[in-house]
């Protein structure tokens, strides 16, 4: 990631013009048990994302970040988990993922959870 920034980023800055979309996971706000090197990582791409939005912000750059904190998507990789609530926390299929994804980006938010009521409901129990 911090690879592609240093090729992206400095032409997006001079021509500015740019939006820099970033996916991290709900694992990212909360911390969870026996994912400890997954939480680390999103938790990693949470902070680079805050301080590069602090930074284009503050030098008027006109380059937008987007962070975006799915819960669970369906893509096969991990095996499907048990969820306390599954009407309220069900898996996301990747299409849907990618159309809340767009959606997002297009509406001009700095951040989002997948389902959106995730991120809001996190920030106020924490």
Not at 74 to 90: C, E, I, Q, V, Y
Request: with cysteine; proline share 6%.
């Amino acid at each position: 990631m911090l690879q592609i920034l240093q090729a992206f980023l400095p032409s997006m800055i001079d021509s500015n013009h740019g939006h820099v979309v970033c996916i991290s996971s709900m694992c990212g706000v909360a911390g969870v048990k026996d994912m400890v090197p997954y939480c680390t990582s999103k938790f990693a791409v949470s902070g680079l994302m805050d301080s590069l939005g602090e930074e284009m912000r503050a030098y008027a750059t006109g380059v937008k970040v987007t962070t975006v904190y799915p819960f669970y998507v369906d893509t096969g990789m991990a095996r499907d988990p048990a969820f306390r609530f599954p009407l309220l926390f069900s898996a996301v299929s990747p299409t849907q993922a990618a159309s809340d994804i767009i959606q997002g980006v297009l509406r001009g938010y700095t951040e989002f959870s997948i389902p959106k009521i995730l991120l809001p409901a996190q920030r106020i129990i924490r």
